[in-house]
């Protein structure tokens, strides 16, 4: 992923007129699922797209750089990865970046010009800067997640930038990334990936399409951001899918124009059924807990009995913490996320279990099942990236009591059917 600024192309400054006649001739001549027809009858990517869009040619185009608006006038952006994020000052290479360690959670907020990052994992303050604060994921595969808003809680690939919104104390957040990755988070939202078995040329003419609108589209640099996420729906690394990815590498740089001019192709309709148009599918969980067996360290000086009655006296503890708010990075009585309350509550029994929820998940002794949790096990669930989601202490009788998620409380749940057993990575015995 270049860092470049999205430059001035010459297509961007367009006259007035000339935008409106493109724009007003982009509707597709055929709906989207009159072209899965054709696709399954063998029709090839050009025929679609010259019936859909007729007087376009096909054409290569260099790649571009896209602004994605994920997130406006939020008080608090939450980001993590994986792998090592850099976090850089801006867009000025002469300020040496940050290496953040992996893992961890860092928040961002705003006051006036400046904006302070902090590691939600340690408390400390990280950096504060004037310059809007960017996070690179240096291409890693497993990208950065934008953990909060938890409305979003998606991974995206590139970067996110952190800039400013219409009050002092606001933030946006935008994903900046070349065309071709972006285009493989927002074609499952606008046709299903499941015509690629039957009419994989239909997927193919969606990809052209999409990525002829994206280039023709693109605002001024001075512009705060190109499109929204709702416009076309981007679902970014956790939206994609392995045949609508294959239609964009087949179709790789390949573009409409009309006049000289890339063309904002659109396909009439909604999007069919089994699109990916309004929630993404995480697919099934990497067993992340899965892995060897790793003694915890035990303080003496705290707690007492032995080790299985000091996880009993923890996971009490735990469920004496009902009705305590939800609290990002909260680690103490006043407010726990998932991570920081079997933190707090097994510190309190001198059981040291760490702080991260992915290091939480590789202590004590791996549990693969549920049939096989006691009361007092960690249990973890995870996506299929293997990103720890969330966590949680089993109670028995396919219950854990956790700490779920902003604006809710320490409560019980079932683990044992729906979405927490879809998601479950396994269990960790810290005794």
């Known amino acids: 992923m ?10 961007i400054a367009l006259a007035g007129a000339v935008l409106a006649t493109l724009a007003s001739s982009a509707s597709a001549a055929i709906t989207r699922q009159y072209a899965y027809t054709l696709g399954k009858k063998g029709k090839s990517t050009s025929y679609i797209l010259r019936r859909a869009f007729p007087g376009v040619r096909l054409v290569r185009q260099k790649e571009a750089p896209i602004r994605v608006l994920l997130a406006e006038d939020i008080p608090l952006a939450v980001v993590m990865g994986q792998g090592t994020i ?18 961890h959670r860092f928040s961002i907020t705003r006051q006036g010009a400046t904006f302070t990052i902090k590691d939600v994992e340690t408390g400390l303050e990280v950096k504060r800067m004037s310059a809007p604060p960017v996070f690179d994921s240096q291409g890693a595969g497993t990208g950065i997640r934008l953990a909060e808003p938890r409305t979003i809680d998606r991974r995206y690939r590139g970067v996110l930038r952190i800039q400013t919104g219409r009050l002092t104390t606001l933030l946006q957040v935008i994903n900046v990334l070349d065309v071709e990755p972006y285009l493989k988070g927002t074609l499952p939202g606008d046709m299903p990936s499941a015509w690629g078995v039957h009419a994989p040329n239909t997927l193919r003419a969606g990809a052209v399409a999409l990525r002829s609108r994206a280039l023709a589209q693109r605002k001024l640099s001075t512009a705060p951001y190109d499109f929204t996420a709702n416009d076309p729906r981007y679902l970014g690394l956790d939206g994609e899918r392995p045949r609508t990815n294959q239609a964009v590498i087949r179709t790789r740089n390949l573009t409409l124009k009309r006049s000289g001019w890339p063309y904002p192709a659109s396909f009439n ?4 059924m089994g699109s990916s148009a309004f929630q993404p599918k995480p697919g099934s969980p990497v067993p992340v807990a899965f892995g060897p ?15 299985n009655q000091r996880v009993v006296q923890a996971t009490q503890l735990a469920l004496s913490f009902r009705g305590t708010p939800y609290r990002w990075g909260g680690s103490a009585p006043g ?5 920081g309350l079997l933190w707090y509550v097994f510190r309190q029994q001198g059981i040291n279990i760490p702080r991260v929820a992915a290091d939480q998940a590789k202590a004590g002794k791996p549990i693969r099942t549920q049939a096989e949790l006691q009361f007092g096990d960690a249990v973890f669930f995870a996506d299929s990236s293997g990103y720890v989601h969330h966590i949680g202490i089993y109670i028995g009788n396919g219950r854990m009591v956790h700490s779920p998620h902003t604006g809710d409380v320490v409560k019980i749940s079932i683990i044992n059917t729906g979405y927490y057993l879809r ?5 960790r015995r810290y005794s």
Do not use: H, M, W
């Open 2 to 11: 270049r860092r470049t600024k999205p430059k001035r192309l010459p297509y």
């Open 86 to 103: 850099l976090l850089r000052n801006g867009n000025d290479d002469t300020v040496p970046p940050i290496a953040l360690p992996r893992g």
């Open 269 to 272: 309709g909604l999007p069919a």
């Open 293 to 307: 067996e790793k003694p915890v360290p035990i303080d003496t000086t705290i707690g007492t009995g032995t080790v």
């Open 335 to 339: 407010g726990f996320d998932c991570s």
């Open 423 to 427: 998601q479950f990575a396994g269990g």
